[in-house]
Each structure stands twice: as C-alpha cells, then as structure tokens.
C-alpha cells in the first residue's frame, strides 16, 4: 500500500510564494516520480507538474516559470515552490507518487490523499 501526504498549503496574498510538501509512506524501496494536481472550485482536477525518475519535469502553461517541483528520494517527499502567486491559482493541492516495490516494478497511490488547500486572495 502506497499513501500521499500533502501540506503546506494556506492564504497568501498575490505575488506571495508558497511551498507545498508530499511525503510518500508505505512498503517500497524508493520513491520514483511525482505529479503535483489541483483542483478549483468547480472545475476539473488539473496537472500542473510532474517529474520523472531521471529528473526531468513539465509543467502546466498556467504555472510555467512559476513553480518548480523537487524531489527528495531520501525522505521519500516532493516539493512545489510556488513562486508570484495569483488568484487563478487558487485550489486543493494533490500529489500522486510512484514507486518502485521491487527491482522492476514501479506503482502509483492506491488512492488520492486529503489534498492541500491554497488560497490566494487579498
């Protein structure tokens, strides 16, 4: 079983920064990639980051040059700096991990964690 924690959301104000956190707990060996979601009020969950086992990431248009997503292998957690914060950005924040549980087999979370919740506004 693979579980997301995601935290270090709040208010801001606009052109505020904030930085989120996801720690991966469960029975694996290492923690291989990560994708960083949000969701607005009615509205669809979106992607707005990933990055891969080898380190390369993309992002959503929305939060290009914006945001930056990290990643700690060693204490088994993603980052997403979030830099000139505006209020289009405001969301519950998720994380979906993927790792790998044995030598050739790489899983994502069983399920979406509670989420994060950003609010920008003044």
């Known amino acids: 079983q693979v579980q997301v924690l995601e935290s270090g959301g709040g208010v801001v104000q606009p052109g505020g920064s904030l930085r989120l956190s996801c720690v991966t707990f469960?029975?694996?060996?290492?923690?291989?990639?990560v994708d960083w979601h949000r969701q607005a009020p009615g509205k669809e969950r979106e992607k707005v980051a990933t990055?891969?086992?080898?380190?390369?990431?993309d992002y959503a248009d929305s939060v290009k040059g914006r945001f930056t997503i990290t990643i700690n292998k060693a204490t088994y957690t993603s980052y997403l700096q979030m830099n000139d914060l505006r209020p289009e950005d405001t969301a519950v924040y998720y994380c979906?991990?993927?790792?790998?549980?044995?030598?050739?087999?790489?899983?994502?979370?069983?399920?979406w964690g509670q989420g994060t919740r950003v609010t920008v506004s003044s």
């Open positions: 469960g029975s694996f060996y290492s923690l291989s990639a």
């Open positions: 979906n991990a993927f790792v790998r549980s044995t030598e050739y087999s790489i899983h994502n979370a069983d399920q």
């Open positions: 990055i891969t086992n080898s380190g390369a990431t």
